[in-house]
């Protein structure tokens, strides 16, 4: 496994700039890590280049519909670029109700936004990023006690802190990386090579590739009327 120095490194010397075993100088140290972290954070916004959705939990206050979400939030975590289905509400009893991800439009247009304790069918994620980095859940109807709330966000690549971090991604994600980030290090220097051109956008369509979400086939209902027989056996 490798360092994030030495990430940085493969990546300098794909464009050119280092030769094998050079080092880089204390300016470059800090120049570098930045440009690092400022790509992988572009690619958060990417979701074929999110390897995993991640669940979390939340236990919901009766009367209360409005939760702050991230570092520090009432839901403690990164704050979610994208919440996605499935997210359900859990009751004592372990039955799950399935939450519905709803607009502002549609949320600003619910009238009474406390009626009722019982359980959330619908939710609003406004993801307003802010000096304290927690956006706000919003749940309709208010719920009552003994409720647990699950979500699905994309789970995003992270940062780095030092160069000494060790470097551990899924598979093909290294290279993707390393060519990639050489790519971006080349803006406005040199001429990126023919071959890591070929290089950065063949490493990045393999992990987009594995990251496709199955399709899901859908039939509008009148077209799927019993007169045209079943899709699988025929008619």
């Not at 204390?26 to 990417?46: I, P």
Request: hydrophobic letters at 40%; charged letters at 15%.
């Amino acid at each position: 496994m490798a360092t994030v120095s030495t990430l940085i490194l493969r990546s300098m010397r794909l464009t050119g700039e280092k030769a094998r075993g050079a080092t880089l100088d204390s300016t470059e140290q800090v120049e570098c890590l930045t440009e690092l972290n400022t790509f992988l954070d572009s690619w958060n916004l990417e979701r074929l280049m999110c390897f995993t959705i991640t669940e979390n939990t939340l236990a919901l206050t009766a009367s209360t519909e409005s939760y702050s979400i991230g570092t520090g939030g009432a839901l403690n975590m990164t704050r979610p670029v994208k919440i996605v289905d499935p997210c359900f509400v859990r009751d004592a009893s372990g039955y799950d109700t399935p939450v519905e991800l709803i607009s502002l439009e549609t949320y600003g247009g619910i009238v009474d936004k406390n009626s009722g304790f019982t359980v959330p069918t619908r939710m609003y994620y406004d993801a307003g990023f802010s000096a304290t980095s927690t956006g706000t859940l919003f749940l309709y109807p208010s719920p009552s006690g003994s409720l647990t709330l699950h979500i699905n966000s994309w789970t995003q690549l992270g940062s780095f802190s030092t160069l000494t971090q060790t470097v551990a991604f899924p598979p093909g994600y290294q290279l993707a990386i390393e060519s990639n980030f050489a790519m971006h290090l080349a803006a406005g220097l040199v001429e990126p090579s023919a071959a890591l051109i070929k290089m950065a956008r063949d490493s990045k369509a393999a992990i987009k590739g594995v990251n496709l979400p199955e399709p899901v086939m859908r039939l509008d209902a009148g077209v799927a009327s019993y007169r045209y027989g079943n899709i699988l056996t025929g008619p």
